[in-house]
C-alpha cells in the first residue's frame, strides 16, 4: 500500500492518441508522482520493444491541474511501422533526489496507414430532431467525439466498417459504411431512461 511505501513513485499516460499514423509521430502526457506528495524533479523516458529510448522529456515545476502532486511532461513519440506496439515507461529523477521506488507502466497503441479520407458524421436525438453533442463516433481504431452541433470528423483509410455510436441514455444500431472517399452522413439516437439494461455506456 502506498503509506508503506512514502518514496513509491507511480507513472500515469494520458492523451494516447487511437490510433496513430505508422512511422509518424504522436503526442501523448506522462506524469509521475510521489506516494508521499512531494515535488519530483527528473525526467520521463518512452522505451519500445527493442528495449531502444524513443523519446524523453523533463517534468516541469507545475502539478498537473486539479491534482496535488503530479508532475508531468509532454512527449513526442514516433509510431513503429507494425499495426500494435508496445512502449514501456520510466522515471529518472534527479541526482539530487533521494531514493525512490518507481512502478513501470506501459501503454499500447494502434497503427494504420496514412488517413486518405474525411467522414463527417452529425448525429440528432430522434425525437426533439437536437443535435447531440459529446457522442463518442468509432468507426474501427478510428475515433471522434461529436460538438455542440452535433458533428464530428474522422480522417479514416479506405475500407469497410461498422460505424458505432455511443452516448449515456441514447442507442443507435451499428451501420455499415464503406469508406471509398470523402463521406458524409447523417445518424439519429434514440433516447433511453438510464436505468435502462442499453443506456449504460459500454467503454
Known amino acids: 500500500m502506498q503509506h508503506d511505501r512514502p518514496n513509491a513513485i507511480s507513472l500515469a499516460v494520458w492523451d494516447v492518441p487511437m490510433p496513430v499514423v505508422a512511422g509518424e509521430k504522436f503526442s501523448i502526457k506522462i506524469g509521475a508522482k510521489s506516494a508521499s506528495g512531494r515535488a519530483l524533479a527528473g525526467r520521463v523516458e518512452v522505451i519500445d520493444s527493442s528495449g531502444t529510448v524513443v523519446a524523453t522529456g523533463t517534468l516541469g515545476d507545475?502539478?498537473?491541474?486539479e491534482t496535488e502532486a503530479l508532475y508531468w511532461a509532454a512527449l513526442d513519440v514516433r509510431a513503429l511501422a507494425?499495426?500494435?506496439a508496445e512502449y514501456a515507461v520510466r522515471f529518472i529523477p534527479d541526482p539530487r533526489e533521494p531514493a525512490y521506488d518507481a512502478l513501470?507502466?506501459?501503454?499500447?497503441?494502434?497503427?494504420?496507414?496514412?488517413?486518405?479520407?474525411?467522414?463527417?458524421?452529425?448525429v440528432t436525438e430522434q425525437a426533439t430532431t437536437g443535435a447531440l453533442e459529446g457522442v463518442e463516433v468509432?468507426?474501427?481504431s478510428f475515433r471522434a467525439r461529436t460538438n455542440a452541433a452535433g458533428r464530428a470528423e474522422l480522417h479514416v483509410c479506405k475500407g469497410?466498417?461498422?460505424?458505432?455510436?455511443?452516448?449515456?441514455?441514447h442507442i443507435a444500431p451499428a451501420k455499415p459504411i464503406k469508406i471509398e472517399g470523402d463521406t458524409s452522413i447523417e445518424?439519429?439516437?434514440?433516447?433511453?431512461?438510464?436505468?435502462?439494461?442499453?443506456?449504460?455506456?459500454?467503454?
Open 160 to 169: 469497410e466498417y461498422q460505424l458505432q455510436l455511443c452516448r449515456t441514455a
Open 82 to 84: 507494425q499495426q500494435f
Open 138 to 140: 468509432r468507426l474501427g
Open 62 to 65: 507545475t502539478p498537473w491541474p
Open 104 to 122: 513501470a507502466t506501459r501503454f499500447s497503441i494502434v497503427a494504420t496507414a496514412k488517413p486518405e479520407h474525411k467522414l463527417t458524421v452529425k
Open 187 to 203: 445518424l439519429t439516437m434514440v433516447h433511453v431512461p438510464e436505468d435502462h439494461p442499453d443506456a449504460r455506456w459500454v467503454r
